[in-house]
């Protein structure tokens, strides 16, 4: 199988916390799979270190074969789970500015993602709701023709109400045959868009498998196995 991330004994330390234990992991091509876990579960760090943000400390990811690089960052999309745009420019300007440093970036894509969530170009940042701010990013991230969209809690931020348009948007504009990894604990609005999941729990992986399975084998939802790993 050809695989777009793979993890092999991958390992972080912040000091003396261990964020990442020794986890071995690969993951598909043209997928769209659940990060799942609590907050301090270490969904942030492998996201970071899968963008090149971060480095391990022993161990090794790789990116399309490839260890983090520049060439890797060219095939990644990263949607941060907080927001970083300057809120004075107008949405339009970090338009362009993603236009101007992506040679992937679509801006036809970006242009019909602000029209179908009623965002008005012209309007500056700080004039949107925190949930406005959030969406812009969102669009940016996925109108990138990207092999790996990697979105660390997209939808913690938006009213209960867009979630599943958000979602709807996430499904429908990544790139054919890309693979997105979507990081979150509100498991229960993401569950039928995902083809796979992932389970991390102190720092190991949990369970890894299809949505498919776990109704088969188990016999109960993915929202429900995962309240009984965590005990929430």
Not at 143 to 165: F, H, N
Request: hydrophobic letters at 40%; charged letters at 30%.
């Amino acid at each position: 199988m050809d695989y777009i991330l793979e993890c092999l004994s991958l390992t972080k330390k912040y000091s003396t916390v261990t964020a990442l234990d020794k986890i071995n992991l690969s993951i598909p091509k043209g997928k769209i799979i659940g990060l799942l876990g609590p907050n301090g579960s270490g969904k942030t760090t492998l996201i970071k270190l899968a963008s090149g943000l971060l480095v391990p400390t022993a161990g090794e990811i790789l990116v399309n074969n490839m260890k983090p690089c520049v060439a890797t960052k060219k095939l990644v999309s990263y949607l941060p789970d907080n927001t970083y745009l300057r809120i004075n420019l107008k949405v339009r300007d970090v338009l362009e500015y993603f236009n101007d440093f992506y040679a992937d970036f679509n801006m036809d894509k970006a242009r019909e993602m602000l029209k179908s969530l009623d965002i008005d170009e012209k309007r500056r940042l700080k004039e949107l709701s925190k949930g406005g701010r959030e969406k812009v990013q969102l669009i940016l991230v996925m109108s990138r023709e990207a092999k790996l969209y990697m979105l660390d809690e997209p939808i913690a931020g938006v009213d209960p109400a867009a979630r599943d348009y958000i979602l709807s948007t996430v499904v429908s504009n990544y790139s054919e045959g890309a693979t997105v990894i979507l990081s979150t604990h509100l498991l229960y609005d993401i569950e039928k868009f995902l083809d796979e999941f992932i389970i991390i729990k102190d720092g190991k992986i949990a369970m890894q498998s299809t949505v498919d399975e776990v109704r088969e084998e188990h016999g109960k939802s993915l929202d429900l196995l995962f309240r009984e790993v965590f005990k929430c």
